[in-house]
């Protein structure tokens, strides 16, 4: 068969043009499916009958299979859209246009010529016209379609499969292979608030590493329906794979609702995103956990907070303490010189007297204020075993403790259990150089913040969240000054009555025996709150970076499993934190994870 340019085309009259059209698109039960695009696909044709099917499916056609001459003649439009593949009418070249995966097929019927490939081919031999219907030889074209036939001849009958080849992978010029995306889900259909399993199921067949990029693959969903969820991967070559879709069905079944889902699946740590009409809604009116409330008066606290910031030097406090107490200081340089602190410790009895630190909390001097009062307190209830002795002679006065020079805009932050066998004075000191003299040094004045000697060591909570006493969320309230009460003192430099806002320097412990399985929340109401609490033992430091506010949401402190002989919470208010804060008991189930 000889090949040649294609022709100039002649014009056809308007009969002509009429004659044709393209066979008809395909009535099907449904005139809105797709055509067969994908697969094995499966067609039965009978001579001169326009009944056919397609993969089972009775179709009707708009132009039968015919024999002349002993040729069968299929019509070409609805094989394409069976075996989904591109037949169409070119109206600007007045060609039919047909595409397989391996040929590009043009037929001009005005001409009477075929072209497959490029190569010419007599019309007569390929296709006629029938009732005005192009049908195309079925030997002919299958071998460009890449399907198999069988006749029979007692039944009149075509039966026509296409196996759709897959689209090649390996690109040879670059020696490599896209990569394959695929996953499945972990189960058939999930219900409203029901955690999503994606298992990714991707690979590349040359065994390179694989980037992932998901839409749709959300952790949870709120309205029942189905989402299409898509994946694609990419080597590191660059190849990018098919996007691969699967609909994930969630049914009209809620398993958790949009609140309870955080708190039943974030883990300890966590942040519980939420908003004010949330938060207003279901946490801040939240009942009270009853509690029976011991107040441990064991120790004197001696608290230096005033002035917060220094801007001259001198005494920041001072009191005495005999027998258990508790030194507490914050305080910021607000001079424009590195200072020298100290907390000096004098005698003015006539005999020696001992001084043992039992427990301590201590922090190098920072600029970040919720910094050095976070880590003070983790320090201090790490509770690591201290046996720290001075002796005082009668009369004298020692350097109790010395801290590293802070500079300006530095602060510092402590806390120290001590026991004296006598009465001591303990002096709080900022000055050049730390020594006995600052003893002559003058008192600064109060401005407004904590400072006064306190009868108050902690609070001792007993509270019932076992599964009688917790059937549903509940709050405890730290640091309102309500509730929670603020304590009182004195305040001997100004010789008048001290409140200790914010109860800092005191420890709060939290009881419960046999507690239910629940979350534990805590949600910062005051303001910027950042601090340690000790739950069974173990450290959890809230937030683990930054500071919580309520804008912020929520962090999950703990969850018990329910299995526990008892819960114990330690927690002591942390200098720079903003007060009051909520613990937030909430009761689980087994759908917790």
């Known amino acids: 068969m000889s090949q040649k340019k294609w022709g100039t085309k002649k014009k056809a009259t308007a009969m002509m043009l009429s004659m044709l059209l393209l066979t008809a698109p395909v009535t099907q039960v449904s005139a809105l499916d797709p055509p067969i695009s994908a697969g094995t696909s499966y067609v039965v044709l009978y001579i001169d009958n326009k009944e056919a099917f397609v993969n089972g499916e009775q179709v009707t056609l708009d132009s039968p299979a015919i024999i002349k001459k ?48 490029g190569l010419e081919f007599p019309f007569d031999d390929v296709a006629m016209l029938s009732n005005g219907r192009l049908l195309i030889k079925l030997t002919w074209l ?13 039944l009149r009958r075509v039966d026509v499969l296409h196996v759709k080849k897959p689209e090649g992978n390996f690109d040879p010029d670059q020696n490599n292979s896209k990569p394959i995306a695929k996953f499945a889900f972990g189960k058939p259909t999930y219900r409203i608030g029901e955690p999503i399993k994606y298992i990714n199921l991707s690979y590349d067949p040359d065994a390179e590493g694989l980037k992932l990029t998901w839409t749709g693959n959300e952790e949870v969903f709120f309205k029942a329906g189905t989402y299409p969820v898509t994946l694609t991967a990419t ?77 001259e030097k001198g005494i920041l406090y001072q009191d005495t303490i005999n027998g258990k107490g508790r030194l507490y200081a914050d305080h910021l340089n607000g001079t424009d010189k590195k200072v020298g602190f100290a907390i000096l410790a004098t005698n003015n009895t006539d005999k ?87 003893l002559e040094m003058p008192k600064l004045a109060f401005n407004g913040h904590v400072r006064g000697t306190f009868q108050i060591a902690g609070f001792d ?11 549903k969320p509940k709050k405890i309230i730290i640091g309102d000054g309500k509730v929670d009460p603020f304590q009182k003192g004195y305040d001997p430099q100004r010789g008048t009555e001290a409140i200790l806002s914010g109860n800092y320097g005191t420890v709060y412990k939290i009881h419960s025996e046999k507690p239910r ?42 969850k018990t499993t329910g299995k526990e002989e008892s819960l114990d919470i330690e927690f002591s208010p942390p200098a720079g934190s903003a007060f009051p804060i909520n613990l937030i008991f909430y009761p689980l ?5």
């Open 70 to 117: 002993g040729k069968t003649y299929v019509p070409a439009k609805f094989l394409g859209d069976a075996f989904g593949m591109k037949v169409e009418w070119q109206a600007a070249t007045k060609m039919i246009v047909m595409e397989t995966p391996t040929h590009e097929i043009l037929l001009d019927t005005v001409n009477k010529k075929a072209w497959v490939n």
């Open 142 to 154: 299958s071998d460009y379609m890449g399907a198999s036939y069988t006749y029979n001849n007692e």
């Open 235 to 311: 080597d590191k070559n660059g190849k990018v794979s098919a996007t691969y879709t699967r609909d994930l069905v969630i049914e009209d079944e809620v398993y958790l609702s949009e609140v309870e889902y955080p708190v039943y699946t974030k883990p300890v740590g966590g942040y519980i995103k939420t908003d004010w009409k949330t938060l207003y809604a279901h946490y801040f009116n939240l009942p009270d956990v009853e509690k029976v409330i011991t107040e441990d008066k064991s120790r004197t606290l001696l608290l230096s907070d005033s002035p917060e910031t220094f801007t």
């Open 352 to 438: 020696p007297v001992t001084v043992r630190t039992t427990n301590k909390g201590e922090v190098y001097p920072s600029i970040y204020a919720h910094l050095i009062g976070s880590e003070a307190m983790v320090d201090y209830l790490m509770n690591d075993t201290v046996e720290e002795t001075m002796t005082l002679p009668p009369g004298s006065t020692f350097v109790y403790k010395q801290f590293p020079d802070f500079y300006p805009g530095q602060g510092v932050n402590l806390m120290y259990d001590v026991e004296t066998d006598g009465e001591v004075q303990f002096t709080f000191a900022a000055d050049d150089e730390v020594s006995t003299h600052m």
């Open 461 to 471: 909570w007993k509270t019932d969240l076992s599964e009688t006493g917790l059937t």
């Open 517 to 558: 399985k629940m979350a534990i929340l805590i949600l910062a109401r005051g303001g910027a709150f950042k601090g340690p609490f000790k739950i069974n033992g173990e450290m959890v430091k809230t937030p683990v970076s930054g500071v919580l506010t309520a804008f912020d949401g929520m962090v999950m402190l703990a």
């Open 589 to 593: 189930d087994d759908r917790a994870e």
